[in-house]
């Protein structure tokens, strides 16, 4: 666990450097993209399933 949330601090950290020079309303459309393929997904595995992140991943998703 410790391995992976080692990966994902560091290719978030250069997601983020790579999102520097990019204007707010980029990074507002970017979101929306993510947060349609997180809608796609739970439409594919079903109505009762609902997504679940581990610990690790909520701390870099702003998601309720």
């Known amino acids: ?5 080692a990966c994902l ?4 950290a250069y997601t983020a ?3 520097l020079p990019v ?6 459309i970017e979101i929306l993209a993510l947060r ?3 809608t796609v997904l739970e ?3 079903g109505a009762d399933t609902k997504l679940r992140f581990a610990p690790e991943d909520r ?3 702003p998601l309720s």
């Open 17 to 19: 450097l790579r999102l």
């Open 36 to 38: 349609h393929q997180i």
């Open 23 to 28: 204007g707010d309303r980029d990074k507002d």
């Open 1 to 5: 666990m410790l391995l992976r949330l």
């Open 59 to 61: 701390a870099f998703l």
């Open 43 to 45: 439409r594919q595995l």
């Open 9 to 12: 601090t560091v290719t978030n």
